[in-house]
């Protein structure tokens, strides 16, 4: 009688299954010699594993009818497993792996599926769904800890193999449908400050911000009126629709997410997007306007602050010195000259030296020649 236990997900799905079964905390304790060893079950090496969890089981029940329960149970559970190339569509894209395990996180006969949301209508999400009584990570923080996730949902779900693939298949045509959908958010993966502003500006209730909105613009019509009450209250309604008109916050789907870096942040608020806000259609202009505006007062705040006043103060007074002790470029010529012309009498006191103390006649000639040392200075260009 053996356990039929091959893979990762094999070894998870089992002890899932059979959870603290006492033959796992008898062969914690038992003093008979075994092979292998308890750290094994819960090693990387599944092979190990599968052998630790055999030894176990027959030490306990030996080839009672508990160990064929067991082992038939298990059988019957593999064989409701979905093959491993229904999960490769999305192990290779980030977003996509993303949006299959928000689609399972909320998949329930409560919620609708993702699929659905929009069409300006209050959302209520139910945040107790199947995934919270299979998966124990709630909040996976990596793309392996999310690919598991959606793994062990599967897995553990008592639906059979057909069902099982038919979710599989509108999880994949509903990302296909999605995806282009996340082009729409100005956002990028490298603009990591954007980002985090972005994490909070999409958690927050915007319903204070509208309600200003609507309140201005029916003031403004009633100001334009002449405040005679000319106004009709439909008129009124209308400007409070066309503002609320799909208006979209979620609370509940927001709390699913946590994310605890800046590119977890980038990867939930596309998916997040796409999901939801995309049918919010004043959703991109008052992002874009917000970010603007947060961009500006900061920008503000950081031309205001004592530290650059004070920066800004020293290079205008360097400026401002440099130019008044630097020397202007006719000066600037004019002692170059000067230079060149004192080294140049300086070489012709040297050369007419060393005449001098080679030819003491020669030199007593040119010294009655004047003209002699002039046309020496005039071919050193003086």
């Known amino acids: 009688m053996w356990i039929d236990i091959k893979t990762k997900r094999d070894v998870r799905l089992f002890l899932w299954m059979v959870g603290n079964d006492a033959a796992i905390e008898h ?5 008979e010699v075994k092979i292998y060893h308890l750290n094994h079950i819960y090693g990387e090496d599944c092979n190990l594993a599968a052998l630790a969890i055999n030894e176990a089981f027959r030490i306990l029940y030996k080839d009672s009818d508990n160990l064929f329960s067991c082992v038939y149970r298990f059988k019957k559970a593999k064989e409701a497993l979905l093959p491993t190339r229904e999960f490769s569509w999305f192990k290779r894209s980030n977003d996509a792996c993303y949006f299959a395990w928000a689609y399972i996180r909320v998949f329930s006969n409560k919620n609708r599926s993702l699929s659905n949301f929009g069409d300006n209508e209050t959302l209520t999400i139910h945040t107790r769904t199947p995934y919270h009584r299979y998966i124990k990570i709630q909040y996976p923080v990596s793309h392996r800890e999310r690919i598991e996730c959606i793994e062990d949902f599967f897995d553990r779900s008592p639906l059979d193999l057909s069902s099982k693939l038919s979710i599989m298949s509108d999880i994949r045509n509903e990302w296909d449908r999605h995806s282009p959908l996340a082009m729409g958010l100005p956002l990028k993966k490298n603009e990591k400050e954007k980002i985090n502003w972005a994490w909070d500006y999409i958690c927050k209730d915007k319903i204070n911000y509208i309600t200003g909105s609507i309140k201005r613009a029916q003031e403004k019509i009633i100001e334009e009126s002449g405040g005679d009450n000319t106004v009709s209250q439909a008129t009124l309604d209308e400007i409070h629709y066309s503002f609320m008109n799909g208006y979209i916050h979620q609370p509940h789907f927001l709390s699913l997410f946590r994310p605890s870096t800046t590119t977890e942040k980038y990867l939930a608020l596309r998916c997040i997007y796409i999901s939801l806000y995309y049918y919010d259609k ?4 008052r992002f874009k306007k917000s970010w603007e505006s947060s961009s500006y007062r900061k920008a503000k705040r950081k031309s205001n602050s004592t530290f650059f006043k004070k920066i800004k103060s ?9 130019e008044a002790s630097g020397p202007s470029e006719d000066e600037t010529v004019k002692t170059e000259k000067d230079i060149q012309r004192e080294k140049a009498h300086e070489v012709m006191k040297k050369v007419m030296k060393n005449i001098e103390n080679k030819n003491p006649d020669l030199s007593d000639e040119q010294d009655n020649d004047p003209f002699s040392s002039l046309s020496s200075i005039a071919l050193l260009g003086i």
Do not use: A, D, M, V
């Open 314 to 322: 020293e290079l205008i007074s360097g400026e401002k010195i440099s």
């Open 27 to 31: 062969y914690r304790q038992t003093k």
């Open 282 to 285: 004043k959703f991109i202009s």
